[in-house]
C-alpha cells in the first residue's frame, strides 16, 4: 500500500462547482498535512496546512480525520485559475521525519 | 532571487553516463530534501538532510543514486551509469526544521537519458 493516496481524477468541473478531493495515509503516527498546488511545468507551491481542527481560508476548506486517516480539500465557487494538480502531502510523527507526496489529483475548470 | 535554485535546468545525456544537479536552497533553511517526478505522478521522495546529515534514503532508491550536503548548505545529487527509467523531473526543496511540512521547491532539473 502506498504511504499516501489520492483519488485518481482527473476532476473536470464547470466554473462556479465544487469540489472535493480526498487523500489517504497509512502512516498513523503521522502529525502534519498539507494540500499543495502544482501548475502545469511548474513546482509544487504550499496551498495550506490541515489542522485537526479543520481550517479554511476563502474559497478553501481542509479537513482532518485522525480515526481515518483522511485528508480532505474542498474548493468551492471553483475559477478557472483553480485549474492544476492538487498534491496532499503527509510528515511523519517526529520533526526529523520526511515528508511524502501523494501521486494528485488533476483539476480542471471548465468555462 | 532567494528562492530555491537548480541547475541545470536540463541535461540530456546517453545512457551509461554520468549526471549531477546542484541545489542551493534558502539560505536560512537547514532541511533539503531531493525528490523525482514523473509526468502525472507526484513527487517521489529521494533523500533529505538536516544541515550536512543525510537523515534517510529512499530504499528505492538504486545505489547509483548519491546525494551530498558537504557543508550543510547546497547539495548535489548524482546519478552514475544513467538508464532510461532515469528520465524524470528531479526536485530539490528546502524548509526549516521547526516548520516541516512547508516546502519550497525549486524549478527542478530535468533529465532526459537517450
Known amino acids: 500500500r502506498k504511504e499516501v493516496e489520492q483519488d485518481p481524477g482527473p476532476f473536470n468541473v464547470p466554473e462556479g462547482a465544487t469540489v472535493a478531493f480526498n487523500c489517504t495515509y497509512s502512516?498513523?503516527?503521522?502529525?502534519?498535512f498539507f494540500w499543495y498546488r502544482q501548475d502545469c511545468r511548474k513546482e509544487p507551491k504550499l496551498l495550506m496546512s490541515?489542522?485537526?481542527s479543520g481550517n479554511e481560508d476563502g474559497r478553501f476548506t481542509a479537513q482532518l480525520n485522525r480515526a481515518s486517516q483522511y485528508i480532505s480539500l474542498l474548493i468551492r465557487d471553483s475559477k478557472l485559475s483553480d485549474s492544476a494538480t492538487y498534491l496532499c502531502?503527509?510528515?511523519?510523527?517526529?520533526?526529523?521525519?520526511?515528508?511524502?507526496f501523494g501521486p494528485g489529483t488533476s483539476l480542471s475548470v471548465i468555462p | 532571487d532567494t528562492g530555491v535554485s537548480q541547475d541545470p535546468r536540463h541535461k540530456i545525456t546517453k545512457r551509461g553516463q554520468n549526471v549531477t544537479f546542484r541545489c542551493d536552497p534558502i539560505?536560512?533553511?537547514?532541511?533539503l530534501y531531493w525528490y523525482r517526478q514523473t509526468l502525472g505522478q507526484g513527487p517521489e521522495f529521494l533523500t533529505y538532510?538536516?544541515?550536512?546529515?543525510?537523515?534517510?534514503k529512499s530504499r528505492l532508491l538504486s545505489d547509483r543514486f548519491s546525494a551530498e550536503r558537504p557543508k550543510g548548505s547546497f547539495s548535489t545529487l548524482e546519478i552514475q551509469r544513467t538508464e532510461q527509467g532515469d528520465s524524470a523531473m528531479y526536485l530539490c526543496?528546502?524548509?526549516?526544521?521547526?516548520?516541516?511540512?512547508?516546502?519550497?521547491f525549486g524549478e527542478g532539473s530535468r533529465l532526459t537519458v537517450l
Open positions: 539560505s536560512e533553511h537547514n532541511r
Open positions: 526543496a528546502s524548509s526549516l526544521s521547526t516548520d516541516t511540512g512547508e516546502l519550497f
Open positions: 502531502a503527509v510528515n511523519g510523527g517526529t520533526s526529523y521525519d520526511k515528508v511524502i
Open positions: 538532510f538536516q544541515n550536512e546529515a543525510q537523515l534517510e
Open positions: 502512516n498513523s503516527a503521522s502529525q502534519s
Open positions: 490541515v489542522y485537526s
